[in-house]
């Protein structure tokens, strides 16, 4: 229990020095401050939740998580996942944007194991616009995000487990780039009392990054009056950080029976460029078979609510599993997610 304690303690620690490090405008808490993170953080789709699950529960899932999906959510969850598996996630998201992930694990011996994942979110065309042709010039251009990573994760004794995640991550717009690699870490412990499992995790550990492209190299007259060759300009791009997260969870088991389960769970998110929020959620599984979730967020201004449905369906060494969430924003519509996953025995 005493090397639990040390660990958390070095992931807190680890989470407040790297927040201070991001800048002297950004603080590891917003508690009692006068300021205001928001646009401290590039990569910001690195924030949106991944897994109908999870969002059926709110967020609340960083001691739950035990699929694929733990690559997101704590990466010690992964752990967990002890069969060939895949899982693919398909999010919505607002203003025509797609978000999609998508991952395969493979087990290592009895204790470990390795996955690789794909995050990639897509605006589509958007059509270039201009003061003098605010219809449309005819041409577009597209807003592309992705993250690749590798994940390793394990058990080092029967309740404490263990999860590291590289990952390189690319953003681009138009004909900008920017590129640049980062890691999460998590823990997760079980207690072993009342099914209580605690999970800490820390996301997006990694340099700042900035855009290079052709979009910023032009040509122009210093005088329009002269009749002289114009100049190549290249302009420089400022550098950014990406959006450190830390979670902390706890979830337990309030009634089980052979074919009934309740989870209550809840977890504290705190993140460089936001304010901190909680999330509480539950889920009720009948049979291992019909799952039923509802959650909420606490501190968001756009998320409150959240609700999911799941199917489970088991034959021979083949499973399966479907689940589907939907969370009302507050002002800007619905947000549906669709995962399916499959895991071969």
């Known amino acids: 229990m005493k090397r639990i304690i040390l660990i958390v303690i070095?992931?807190?620690?680890?989470?407040?020095?790297?927040?201070?490090?991001?800048?002297?405008?950004?603080s590891g808490s917003t508690l009692g401050e006068t300021f205001v993170k928001v646009g401290a953080a590039g990569s910001q789709f690195l924030k949106i939740p991944i897994g109908a699950r999870a969002n059926g529960l709110a967020g609340a899932y960083s001691s739950m998580c035990s699929d694929l999906t733990?690559?997101?959510?704590?990466?010690?969850?992964?752990?967990?996942?002890?069969?060939?598996?895949?899982?693919?996630?398909?999010?919505?998201w607002f203003a025509g944007f797609q978000h999609s992930f998508g991952a395969f694990a493979l087990p290592i011996?009895?204790?470990?194991?390795?996955?690789?994942?794909?995050?990639?979110?897509?605006?589509?065309?958007?059509?270039?616009?201009?003061?003098?042709?605010p219809n449309g010039t005819g041409l577009s251009y597209?807003?592309?995000?992705?993250?690749?990573?590798?994940?390793?994760?394990?058990?080092?004794?029967d309740q404490f487990s263990f999860g590291l995640t590289g990952k390189f991550v690319n953003n681009s717009i138009s004909n900008l780039n920017s590129s640049g690699i980062a890691f999460d870490v998590g823990t997760m412990y079980?207690?072993?009392?009342?099914?209580i499992r605690l999970g800490f995790s820390i996301h997006n550990l990694g340099i700042k990054q900035a855009y290079s492209g052709q979009d910023l190299?032009?040509?122009?007259?210093?005088y329009e009056a002269l009749n002289a060759a114009p100049l190549d300009i290249a302009y420089i791009a400022s550098s950014y950080s990406l959006p450190l997260i830390f979670?902390?969870?706890?979830?337990?088991?309030?009634?089980?029976?052979?074919?009934?389960?309740?989870?209550?769970?809840?977890?504290f998110i705190t993140l460089s460029d936001t304010p901190e929020h909680f999330a509480l959620g539950s889920e009720y599984t009948f049979k291992d078979f019909l799952a039923i979730r509802a959650g909420y967020q606490f501190g968001t201004d756009i998320f409150g609510l959240s609700a999911g449905v799941g199917l489970k369906y088991f034959a021979g060494g083949f499973e399966g599993e479907f689940d589907y969430s939907i969370t009302p924003t507050k002002n800007i519509g619905l947000v549906n997610r669709l995962s399916i996953k499959i895991a071969v025995n």
């Open 10 to 26: 070095s992931i807190l620690l680890l989470n407040k020095i790297d927040t201070y490090a991001i800048g002297g405008a950004i």
């Open 190 to 195: 079980e207690t072993g009392i009342q099914g």
């Open 109 to 133: 011996g009895r204790n470990f194991t390795a996955a690789i994942s794909l995050v990639a979110l897509n605006s589509g065309n958007i059509e270039i616009t201009t003061l003098e042709k």
């Open 70 to 92: 733990s690559i997101f959510w704590n990466p010690a969850g992964l752990a967990d996942v002890k069969s060939i598996s895949a899982d693919f996630s398909y999010t919505q």
């Open 247 to 267: 979670r902390a969870g706890a979830s337990s088991k309030v009634w089980e029976t052979d074919d009934h389960r309740v989870v209550v769970s809840g977890d």
């Open 142 to 157: 597209r807003v592309n995000d992705v993250s690749i990573a590798f994940t390793f994760s394990g058990y080092l004794t």
């Open 217 to 222: 190299n032009s040509s122009r007259k210093l």
